[in-house]
C-alpha cells in the first residue's frame, strides 16, 4: 500500500459505502434475532440469565463472543505488529487467565448464584453491605471495559472513514452506545447471548480465513513471515521502531527494573482478571446445570485458544506486509493493524467484512457489559438494598431498562475520554480493577469458611480503592505523550498497571478484616448450605430424569 492508499484506504467513494452496508447489514439480521428473542422474556429470570436456556456449547460459543472483545481483535493484533513479542504477552495472559476460572469459580459460582455476582458473594454473610460493595465493583469493572470498546469503535471508523477529528469519532462512539442500549432494551439476555453467539462464530471465521491467506502468502511458513516482520520494523524510517527487535522480549517492556515490574504487573492482572470479571461470571448462570457450566468453559477455552493462535500470525503478518510506520501513521494507530492487513490481503470486500466483524465485537460485548451491569444494579442494589427484597421481578427489570440508559451515556463519554489509547491496555486495567476487587472476595467466598463480612468488605473496597487510584495517578493518564490526558502531569505512581500492587493487597484485606472481626463468623447454616450447592448445585439445578 502507498500513501495515498493509507490516507484513505481506497481512495474511493465506494469504500465507505461498501462498509457502512455490510455493517448495516449485520445490524439488521441481529436486531431482527434480538426482537424474536425477546417474545420470551417472560420473568427476571428470562431477562437476566435466559432462563438458563442455553446448552453447554452454546453458551461457551457465546462466552467466546462476550470475551473477545475489540481489545482481543483490534488492540493485540496492533500490539503484535508494532511490539512483537511483548505484545503477544496480552494474548497469553487472556488466555491462560481461564485456567483459573475452570478450575476455581465456574461451576461453584453457577451453582452458589442466581443472577449476579453478588448473590454469591453475599449468599452467608450480611446482605445489603456485602450486595452494595459487590454492585458498586461491578458497575466499576463494566465501565472501564466499556469504555475501551467504545475507544475501539472510535479508532476503527477513523480508519474506515478517515475521520481524524474528536468530533466525527465522538459521534461514531455514540451511535455504538446508541445501538447497544436498544439490543438490551429489547433483548435481554437472550436477544444478547444470540448476538455474542453470532459475532463469535464470524469473529473467530474472518480471523481463520485471514489467517489462512497470510500463511498462504508465506508458503505455510512460520519463520518467513517471522523474519519477514523483523525486517519491516528494521526498516522503519522511525528509529525508535527500528532498533526493536520483535523476536524477543524488551521491544515494548525494556530492561530496565521498572520496566519489568511492569511488565509483571500487567501479566497478573491479566492472568487473575478473568475469573473476576462479572459479566463472564455472570454467563454460567445461563446454563441449567452445573455440568453444563463445565461444557460452556471447555468450549470457551477451544475457541478462545485457537483465536489467540491466531492473533500471532495476524499481528506479525501485518507488520510483514503492512509495515509498522504505515500502521502507526495510520487514523486509528496501533488499532489499524488488523483493518489495514484485511486492506492488503483482499482490498475493500475484505476490509468492510472485516470491519463490520469488529463493529459486531464491540457492539456484542458492549451489550453483555451492560446487561451485567444493569442487572447488578436492579437485582443487588435497587431490590435488595433499597427496597429490602421488597419489589417485584417487573419493577427489576424495569429498574434494570433504566441503568442501561444510564451506563450507555456513561460509556459514551468515557469512551470519548479515551479515544485514542490501545484498547488491549485499555482492557487491561479493567482486568486488574476485576483481579482486586472481585477474585479475593470470590475465593475466599468458596473456599474459607471463616471468611466473614468485614473481610468481604474490606478486600472489596480495599481492592477497588487502591487499582482506581493508582491507575488515576498512572502513566496511563497523565504524565506522558500517549496517556488519556496528555497536557497533564500527575502521575505519582510509576507503573501503567497497578495490579502487582492492588491485588495481593486485596488478598491480604480480606485475610485481615476477617481475623480482626472474631464476633462475625457468618451464619453458619448458611455455610453449609452454601457448601452443599456449591458442590452438588442442589437448590440450583432443574430437574433432570435419571
Do not use: C
Not at 63 to 85: E, R
Not at 331 to 342: D, E, H, R, S, V
Not at 462 to 479: D, H, K, N
Not at 510 to 524: A, E, F, K, R, Y
Request: hydrophobic share 55%; proline share 3%.
Amino acid at each position: 500500500m502507498n500513501t495515498t492508499d493509507i490516507t484513505y484506504l481506497a481512495g474511493t467513494v465506494g469504500s465507505p459505502v461498501a462498509n457502512i452496508a455490510i455493517f448495516a447489514a449485520f445490524v439488521a439480521v441481529t436486531m431482527y434475532i434480538v426482537i424474536r428473542a425477546s417474545k420470551n422474556n417472560n420473568s427476571a429470570a428470562d431477562f437476566f440469565t435466559g432462563g438458563r436456556g442455553f446448552s453447554g456449547p452454546q453458551n461457551g460459543v457465546a462466552i467466546a463472543g462476550d470475551y473477545l472483545s475489540a481489545a482481543s481483535f483490534l488492540g493485540i493484533a496492533g500490539a503484535i505488529a508494532v511490539y512483537g513479542y511483548d505484545g503477544f504477552l496480552y494474548s497469553i495472559g487472556f488466555l491462560v487467565a481461564w485456567l483459573v476460572a475452570l478450575l476455581l469459580v465456574a461451576e461453584l459460582l453457577r451453582n452458589t448464584g442466581k443472577f449476579t455476582m453478588a448473590d454469591v458473594l453475599s449468599f452467608r454473610l450480611k446482605q445489603r453491605p456485602v450486595r452494595l460493595a459487590a454492585a458498586i465493583s461491578t458497575l466499576a469493572v463494566t465501565l472501564f471495559y466499556m469504555l475501551a470498546q467504545m475507544a475501539g469503535a472510535g479508532g476503527l471508523v477513523a480508519l474506515l472513514l478517515d475521520v481524524d477529528s474528536r468530533l466525527g469519532q465522538s459521534v461514531v462512539i455514540a451511535v455504538v452506545g446508541a445501538l447497544m442500549i436498544v439490543y438490551v432494551l429489547i433483548g435481554g439476555m437472550k436477544g444478547t447471548t444470540w448476538v455474542q453467539i453470532i459475532k463469535a462464530v464470524l469473529l473467530i471465521s474472518g480471523a481463520a480465513i485471514m489467517t489462512f491467506i497470510v500463511l498462504a502468502k508465506f508458503g505455510m511458513n512460520l519463520s518467513s513471515i517471522l523474519g519477514s516482520a523483523q525486517d519491516a520494523i528494521t526498516g522503519s524510517a522511525d528509529e525508535k521502531v527500528a532498533a526493536r527487535d520483535v523476536l524477543a522480549p524488551g521491544a515494548q517492556y525494556g530492561s530496565s527494573f521498572e520496566s519489568k515490574l511492569n511488565f509483571v504487573s500487567l501479566a497478573i492482572a491479566l492472568v487473575l482478571g478473568t475469573a473476576g470479571l462479572p459479566h463472564v461470571l455472570m454467563r454460567f448462570y445461563t446454563v441449567p446445570t452445573a455440568k453444563e457450566a463445565r461444557k460452556s468453559v471447555v468450549w470457551a477455552i477451544a475457541l478462545i485458544g485457537a483465536f489467540y493462535l491466531f492473533t500471532l500470525i495476524l499481528g506479525y503478518g501485518a507488520a510483514a506486509l503492512v509495515g509498522p510506520d504505515k500502521i502507526l501513521a495510520a487514523a486509528g494507530g496501533q488499532n489499524a493493524a488488523a483493518p489495514l492487513l484485511a486492506f492488503e490481503l483482499g482490498g475493500v470486500v475484505l476490509l468492510g467484512i472485516i470491519s463490520a466483524v469488529a463493529f459486531a465485537t464491540i457492539l456484542a460485548v458492549v451489550a453483555g457489559l451492560a446487561i451485567t451491569a444493569s442487572a447488578s444494579f436492579a437485582h443487588d442494589i435497587y431490590a435488595s438494598v433499597i427496597k429490602r427484597n421488597k419489589v417485584s421481578e417487573d419493577d427489576q427489570v424495569r429498574v434494570s431498562r433504566y441503568t442501561v440508559v444510564v451506563l450507555g451515556i456513561l460509556g459514551i463519554v468515557l469512551g470519548i475520554l479515551a479515544n485514542g489509547q490501545n484498547i488491549a491496555f485499555l482492557v487491561a486495567l479493567a482486568f486488574a480493577i476485576a483481579a482486586a476487587a472481585n477474585l479475593p472476595t470470590i475465593v475466599y467466598s468458596l473456599y474459607w469458611k471463616r471468611f466473614n463480612t468485614r473481610g468481604a468488605l474490606w478486600s472489596i473496597y480495599g481492592g477497588l480503592i487502591s487499582t482506581i487510584v493508582l491507575i488515576v495517578f498512572s502513566p496511563a493518564v497523565s504524565g506522558s505523550a500517549s496517556s488519556m490526558i496528555p497536557g497533564a502531569d500527575f502521575a505519582w505512581f510509576p507503573l501503567a498497571n497497578p495490579g502487582i500492587v492492588s491485588i495481593p493487597l486485596a488478598f491480604v484485606l480480606g485475610i485481615i478484616g476477617t481475623l480482626t472481626s472474631p464476633s462475625d463468623t457468618g451464619d453458619v447454616e448458611r455455610t453449609a448450605e452454601m457448601e452443599v450447592r456449591s458442590l452438588t448445585g442442589i437448590g440450583a439445578e432443574k430437574a433432570v430424569s435419571h
